[in-house]
């Protein structure tokens, strides 16, 4: 099998879907993508921590939707800029990740996978698995379960 970066491999490897937010690649676990979905209509709440951009209706299910540029602190993006939806599951409930746009699945070794490094941005060192180093970008991959947790627990300590 052959990486990114035109090396080749025999070990263990994971396959991450690759999507941008403010030109920054990141990544999260294929296993974890419910569904990819195109720039939706988000209707929005009243109320709710600025992360939330509002609630979609996903084939008669109420999922609610996550501005990923203001869950990792990045400036939203102007005016008229599109979008795109990653569809999580966290415990029964869907959540879409919105980010500005989805790339392709990488499978990647399990041996070229980093810790985070010191120097990475606070909040984003805070939601990060680790990094992959490819050609000419950085891959942050992403612990969506601890961001949507800490969200939610966020959400249940204001109740």
Not at 32 to 38: I, N, R, T
Not at 75 to 83: C, F, T, V, Y
Request: charged share 25%; with cysteine.
């Amino acid at each position: 099998m052959t990486t990114p970066d035109n090396k080749t491999y025999s070990g263990a490897s994971k396959e991450f879907l690759t999507m941008s937010v403010n030109g920054q690649m990141f990544g999260i676990p294929v296993l974890q993508v419910q569904d990819v979905l195109g720039e939706q209509r988000v209707t929005r709440v009243p109320l709710a921590k600025p992360e939330i951009a509002g609630s979609l209706n996903l084939r008669g299910r109420i999922v609610t939707a996550i501005s990923l540029r203001r869950r990792l602190g990045v400036q939203d993006s102007p005016a008229g800029g599109k979008s795109m939806s990653v569809v999580v599951d966290r415990g029964g409930d869907l959540y879409s990740l919105i980010v500005d746009s989805v790339g392709e699945v990488l499978a990647l070794p399990d041996d070229q996978f980093e810790k985070t490094p010191v120097t990475l941005d606070a909040v984003w060192r805070e939601h990060s698995m680790g990094i992959y180093r490819l050609n000419e970008a950085l891959l942050i991959i992403l612990d969506v379960p601890k961001m949507l947790d800490s969200l939610c627990a966020r959400d249940e300590a204001a109740a």
